[in-house]
């Protein structure tokens, strides 16, 4: 990775240009610089899934923005930069309580969550939720907002640190993935029943026994293929438990069911934000000249939450 110069974004209707003041590292970055997730079309080539700073333009056709105004926003690409030209459904206000950079950490795995376990997952009050991850940007958003809507937080981790690290963010069950099993765990924790909702990043390796850790009826999330993308699958299991297998990315959607998922979680969440009862949890912020170490955490696995990246 380098840094330099490109254009400036151009700004289009319906769009709101931010001054970028942090962003913050996703796996995704660290696959599309190894060249295996390239950016949707007409998107920027640039790094960087989310951003925080203060509007610094407001195209035509956009009401509720005004300049100056501090906004965090969800990117298909281009937060690794001094500006972004963002679509306005995709922008969120700034709580009056949140720093900038804590707020560049909000977008991508907080709306990830949403779209995947409350919209794809249709998680209600009272279900149980299984999330692969629990020390991620992902696991920790998950924990707070399973919490927040009165669900029962199970999760996994690759260390006993990281387990007592997510009960005390207020996972009710963490499993270290090395020693223990998280679908006995998972029965356990739900009187047998099995959980309502598993959201996975892993992938082939944990296919049988996620769906083994499903109650009757219950959904499977993919997110992302760490372990592997292929594996044998009895589809009778399916059948007979009525489960759901879903596929999901967010970065390809259009602009128009982005701001959809901006919406309903501002809607459910937005009042949790704002008062303070959910935030992201950052392991550290480093420098924009320091995104490579940046990424050598976040690949090794040695932060806890998310890691953000100063830019001005």
């Known amino acids: 990775?380098?840094?330099?110069?490109?254009?400036?974004?151009?700004?289009?209707?319906?769009?709101?240009?931010?001054?970028?003041?942090?962003?913050?590292?996703?796996?995704?970055?660290?696959?599309?610089?190894?060249?295996?997730?390239?950016?949707?079309?007409?998107?920027?080539?640039?790094?960087?899934?989310?951003?925080?700073?203060?509007?610094?333009?407001?195209?035509?056709?956009?009401?509720?923005?005004?300049?100056?105004?501090?906004?965090?926003?969800?990117?298909?690409?281009?937060?690794?930069?001094?500006?972004?030209?963002?679509?306005?459904?995709?922008a969120l206000p700034i709580p009056a309580g949140l720093g900038t950079e804590e707020a560049a950490a909000i977008p991508e795995v907080f709306l990830t969550v949403f779209l995947n376990v409350f919209q794809l997952g249709d998680l209600t009050e009272g279900g149980a939720a299984l999330v692969h991850g629990g020390g991620s940007g992902i696991g920790t958003a998950a924990i707070q907002l399973l919490k927040a809507s009165g669900a029962i937080a199970i999760v996994t981790a690759g260390s006993e640190a990281k387990c007592e690290r997510c009960r005390e963010l207020g996972a009710d069950v963490a499993v270290?993935?090395?020693?223990?099993?998280?679908?006995?765990?998972?029965?356990?924790?739900?009187?047998?029943?099995?959980?309502?909702?598993?959201?996975?990043?892993?992938?082939?390796?944990?296919?049988?026994?996620?769906?083994?850790?499903?109650?009757?009826?219950?959904?499977?999330?993919?997110?992302?293929?760490?372990?592997?993308?292929?594996?044998?699958?009895?589809?009778?299991?399916?059948?007979?438990?009525?489960?759901?297998?879903?596929?999901?990315?967010?970065?390809a959607r259009s602009a128009r069911e982005k701001a959809a998922i901006v919406s309903g979680f501002w809607s459910r969440f937005g009042a949790a934000l704002e008062k303070g009862e959910i935030r992201p949890v950052i392991d550290r912020t480093l420098p924009l000249e320091a995104a490579g170490e940046a990424h050598r955490r976040v690949k090794a696995s040695e932060h806890f939450g998310k890691i953000v990246l100063r830019v001005s």
Do not use: K
Not at 71 to 79: E, H
């Open 176 to 251: 270290n993935y090395r020693s223990g099993d998280f679908v006995a765990e998972s029965l356990a924790a739900t009187a047998g029943r099995g959980v309502d909702v598993v959201l996975d990043s892993i992938g082939a390796p944990y296919l049988e026994r996620n769906l083994a850790a499903l109650a009757v009826g219950g959904r499977l999330v993919v997110i992302g293929l760490m372990g592997g993308a292929n594996a044998d699958l009895n589809l009778a299991t399916l059948l007979t438990r009525r489960l759901q297998l879903i596929g999901s990315t967010l970065r």
């Open 1 to 90: 990775m380098r840094i330099g110069e490109v254009p400036a974004p151009e700004l289009v209707p319906g769009s709101l240009r931010i001054r970028v003041a942090a962003t913050a590292v996703n796996r995704a970055d660290l696959l599309q610089r190894q060249g295996y997730y390239p950016p949707p079309p007409g998107a920027s080539d640039v790094l960087g899934l989310e951003c925080a700073g203060v509007v610094a333009e407001v195209a035509a056709g956009v009401d509720g923005w005004h300049v100056g105004d501090r906004a965090m926003a969800l990117l298909p690409g281009g937060g690794y930069a001094e500006e972004v030209v963002v679509d306005a459904g995709s």
